[in-house]
């Protein structure tokens, strides 16, 4: 077993080796032991979000021994309260370190509890990004604080507001909490304007951290050692470690004064104001599922590895199984076998707990050396005539207060320290931190209620199990303590928080009920309480404890939460109206193990327009959570059933919702679509999902970088463009009405164009190329307005001129290359003639013209008018030079087509594409001879234009076969002028 632990650390180094590195804040400084003992300080302790971990990973500070005067016992606590975590979390623990958490076992020092607990200790799980370690290092539970804090986790920040060293010295350590989870929310769909923003959706640094950090991971996973292969479950929660990091950062930079949420700050400052609060609390919610879903499906795990062992899932120690156990005893055997107990344990209640760690609720007490100073006072300088009129305690022992209840009360001072000072307390045990509690009470001077909160450590006797020592642990009367915590849960006269405390410990439901203001704070305790009846039911018969059972079954803890937030006013009420709800069913839907249910339930979010860009990115990684290598069709061992192609089918439809976003999103967006389409099961999904992306790019070197970074993902470059080309050349073209029918067509010629070009990226797609510019290229003549200008583009700026010597080289011999090489030519010298005719008709129009003789017989007027004329002959003659030379090209051009090898646009009747050949010739034929005929025409080449007649009625070439009647008549007219200026000439 430590074999496979020290393998599992070893592919997490090397996964974090390939991985990119997450910027770590800076560190907050240490606290000097100094400033908790210094004697006149206001301590306010509140829970503070810290930063990165030190180089080694941990900020390790010197255990200290803390001498209570009321109390005779040396109690041995850690002074090091900032243990944040970097790239890792609570959520990444071994199972080995969640064997006996503190707060569960002892809810006291957790020293005592795991003193002699020889071979069960809790290693640091608490592994720093920069550097973790080769094997797993073991610690005793006493050196733990736990719940184990993550990266911008709350922890305890002392000041002191004497100004001295040890104030100072915290002085630009501190981090701004976050915003107060759902503060500034005015309407239940706050958060979907930010979502549905212009502009907005470029700017949102999660989603491409995320898709880094999958990015790396794949690079590491195929990179990784054959010889040494990975643990099972060392990829995914490695990705979900980073996930929650990557949030907690979102969360951190989005919290802060000086910069907000990044993709917010286009908005004005009102509406920045406004959505800042739901964002913020989008990103914590899921922070808080992915350390959820870690903690449970490790738990999953261990408990179908178990199954597969051959040992029970679902072994509950009832009172004639485990009498004889000790508590400590029965509880690990619970831990062992019990499934649901493992569950909430180990799982649920601590995420509960660092969640209330990470909330940032504020711990205020008054530091003093004697508790009730005010009214030891007050009652020090009464007189003896006046004590009967006073309303202050005459007493004031640890039971005077419950005891004159409703009759005498403390000063009033002193009440609001109390009250103050249990707030605290119910804060810390809330977070599971009831030694933190503990200490609390004492530098309060209230040591006995430290003493009376530490009574619930589990009793151990070693040498009645069998084992070595002598000694015992925990407390023997354990059930009668918790019975006087419901005594003092149940009384009326202790303040609200007092009677949550006790309730926690004494396992009394209602009035721990009074102080949960949030949705976390019901379940937590719900769960908590049903774990000490487990727990308790080990040790006595049930029937002696139905008088207090609590909800044990998981569905009824959370219809009963969910009654009680409706009825009670919730402190995110606002929030929870939110999209943010959503993530409380993802949470219940995991700890009930319904996957199939959760992957429903995401499919609908998804396909809502308004799933705002935060949940669609959870539930695409969720996906990818069970999936990371990318999604299968068929099970590891080559099964696939209808069960897993129905799920198989949901997660596609998730994972296409979040390609979709992103595609639309922007174009930094648009180059993470590539790292999950290829995730997607098979080719013809993955090449759809990126072609769609690809149809709305139209710049040509994004095209470009998309296509390069497709091509490094291990897409199907090719396909992919075949399928971006094939549905823009689907396009139809417009319906001409005579009204705009250039613009329309226009348009339309623009699409075709950029189909093609997609086609031009790949050598290899060069005959596909030529033949679809061929196609276009006769749509164009076919529809009409236009088709000189689009044609010209795409063969002249659009197609690689190297086009037909790579087909030459590439296919030789090939009909259908030769039959593409062929007509391709023929476009070429049919928009060369077209333009050396556009050529030759303006320089036909710019011939020189001839001066104006002068009126007048002045020999000024005469001088420059020879000077004129002389000028006008040299320009004359540079023209018809020229000209002639022009009309040749011309003409050469004109007939290369006219006279074409084979015809020109020629071919067979069995090719697809004959009758539009046809029609392009009978189209176009015609419109070349009369630009040949008006080249002769108007160059007086007479003769030449006479012998046009015989071109039209040739057999070889037919051209007379493609005119129209008013076609061969409109040239017998040509042909007759040109014969009546012939024989004037």
């Known amino acids: 077993m430590v074999e496979a632990s020290a393998a599992s650390d070893l592919h997490q180094q090397q996964l974090y080796a390939r991985l990119p590195p997450m910027p770590s804040p800076a560190v907050p400084r240490r606290v000097s032991r100094r400033a908790l003992r210094h004697p006149a300080a206001y301590t306010s302790v509140q829970m503070m979000e810290t930063a990165a971990p030190s180089s080694d990973g941990f900020n390790d500070f010197a255990d200290d021994s803390y001498d209570a005067a009321d109390d005779q016992t040396q109690l041995s606590y850690r002074h090091g309260l900032l243990l944040p975590l970097s790239g890792s979390s609570l959520f990444d623990l071994p199972a080995a370190a969640v064997a006996h958490p503190p707060s569960l076992l002892s809810m006291s020092d957790a020293s005592t509890a795991a003193s002699d607990d020889a071979g069960v200790t809790v290693p640091r799980p608490w592994l720093s ?43 630009g350590s501190e981090t701004p909490p976050p915003a107060t989870a759902g503060s500034g929310i005015s309407g239940g769909n706050a958060a979907l304007v930010v979502a549905t ?28 050692n054959e010889q040494q292969p990975p643990p099972d479950d060392a990829v995914e929660f490695t990705l979900v470690s980073l996930y929650a990091s990557t949030l907690q950062r979102s969360v951190d930079e989005g919290s802060s004064a000086s910069t907000g949420v990044p993709y917010l700050r286009s908005l004005p400052p009102s509406l920045q104001a406004r959505h800042q609060a739901p964002t913020l609390e989008l990103l914590r919610s899921e922070r808080d599922t992915w350390q959820l879903l870690v903690l449970v499906e490790r738990d999953r795990r261990q408990a179908l590895a178990e199954l597969a062992g051959g040992a029970s899932a679902d072994l509950l120690l009832v009172a004639g199984h485990a009498l004889h156990r000790s508590p400590l005893d029965a509880e690990r055997h619970l831990a062992q076998h019990d499934s649901r107990y493992r569950l909430l344990s180990r799982a649920v209640i601590p995420w509960l707990e660092a969640i209330a760690w990470d909330s940032g609720r504020g711990v205020h007490y008054f530091r003093q050396e004697e508790a009730y100073a005010s009214t030891r006072r007050a009652l020090h300088q009464s007189t003896a005539s006046a004590p009967s009129s006073s309303a202050l305690l005459t007493e004031l022992d640890p039971d005077a207060e419950l005891r004159e209840a409703g009759r005498r009360q403390l000063a009033p001072s002193d009440k609001a320290d109390e009250a103050a000072l249990w707030s605290s307390v119910w804060s810390l045990v809330r977070a599971g931190r009831l030694d933190l509690a503990q200490q609390v009470c004492r530098e309060c001077g209230h040591s006995w209620r430290a003493a009376s909160l530490g009574g619930g450590q589990l009793h151990h006797q070693p040498a009645l199990a069998g084992g070595g020592g002598t000694s015992c642990q925990g407390n023997m009367n354990r059930d009668l303590w918790r019975q006087s915590c419901r005594r003092i849960a149940l009384s009326s006269g202790a303040s609200e928080y007092e009677r949550a405390v006790y309730a926690v410990l004494g396992g009394e439901t209602t009035a721990g009920l009074s102080a949960c203001r949030t949705w976390q704070d019901r379940l937590w305790l719900h769960c908590r309480l049903a774990c000490e009846f487990m727990l308790d039911s080990t040790a006595r018969p049930a029937d002696d404890l139905n008088e207090h059972r609590p909800l044990m079954h998981l569905e009824e803890i959370f219809a009963a939460v969910g009654r009680q937030g409706q009825q009670q006013e919730d402190s995110s009420s606002n929030a929870e109206r939110s999209w943010a709800v959503h993530y409380r069913h993802i949470q219940e839907l995991l700890i009930l193990g319904r996957l199939d249910q959760l992957l429903e339930q995401l499919v609908e979010w998804t396909t809502d327009r308004l799933c705002p860009p935060q949940l669609l990115r959870f539930a695409a990684h969720f996906v990818l959570f069970y999936f990371p290598t990318g999604i299968q069709w068929a099970a590891p061992n080559g099964e696939s059933d209808d069960r897993r192609r129905h799920t198989v089918e949901r997660c596609v439809g998730i994972l296409s919702a979040y390609i979709d976003h992103l595609s639309s999103a922007g174009p930094v967006q648009r180059r993470l679509v590539a790292i999950y389409a290829v995730r997607l099961p098979d080719g013809e999904a993955r090449v759809s999902s990126y072609a769609r992306m690809l149809l709305g790019v139209t710049d040509h070197h994004e095209q470009a970088a998309l296509l390069q970074r497709a091509k490094s993902c291990g897409l199907d470059v090719p396909a992919i463009t075949d399928a971006v080309c094939r549905a823009l050349r689907s396009i139809p073209p417009p319906l001409l009405t005579g009204s705009d029918d250039e613009s329309a067509a226009s348009a339309w010629h623009d699409t075709q164009l950029a189909a093609i070009r997609w086609l031009c990226f790949e050598p290899g797609q060069r005959l596909q190329a030529v033949q679809e510019a061929n196609a276009a290229l006769r749509q164009f003549v076919l529809l009409g307005p236009g088709w000189l200008e689009a044609g010209s583009t795409l063969l002249e700026r659009i197609l690689p001129s190297d086009s037909v010597v790579l087909l030459r080289a590439s296919f030789p011999g090939a009909s259908q290359a030769e039959q593409a090489q062929k007509e391709y030519l023929g ?100 419109d070349l001879i009369l630009l040949l005929h008006r080249v002769y025409f108007d160059t007086h080449q007479f003769e030449e234009s ?32 040109s014969a009546i200026e012939a024989l004037r000439k």
Not at 901 to 917: H, S
Not at 947 to 976: I, N, Q, S, Y
């Open 197 to 224: 923003h212009d502009g907005l959706a470029d700017l949102r640094p999660e989603e491409e951290r995320f898709a880094d950090v999958l990015e790396g991971a794949s690079a590491a996973m195929l990179g990784s």
């Open 827 to 926: 476009w070429l010298r049919c928009l060369e003639a077209h333009k050396l005719f556009s050529r030759w008709f303006r320089h036909q129009t710019a011939r020189p013209i001839e001066p104006t003789a002068p009126a007048s017989s002045k020999a000024s007027d005469t001088i420059a008018y020879g000077w004129e004329a002389k000028a006008h002959q040299q320009r004359l003659l540079e023209w018809r030079s020229e000209h002639e030379a022009i009309t040749r090209q011309t003409i050469d051009a004109l007939l290369a087509v006219l006279n074409f090898p084979d015809g020109w646009m020629c071919t067979n009747d069995v090719e697809p594409y004959a009758a539009e050949l046809t029609e392009v010739r009978r189209r176009c034929i015609p």
């Open 129 to 171: 990004q920069q550097r973790l370690p080769t094997s797993a290092s073991s610690q005793p539970a006493a050196e733990q604080d736990w719940p184990p804090t993550r990266q911008g986790s709350f922890s305890m920040k002392l000041e002191e507001d004497d100004g001295d060293e040890f104030g100072d010295q915290l002085q």
């Open 946 to 977: 006479l012998r046009l007649a015989d071109l039209v009625a040739d057999d070889r070439r037919g051209f007379w076969k493609v005119l129209r009647t008013e076609d061969l008549v409109h040239m017998l007219g040509l042909l007759r002028r």
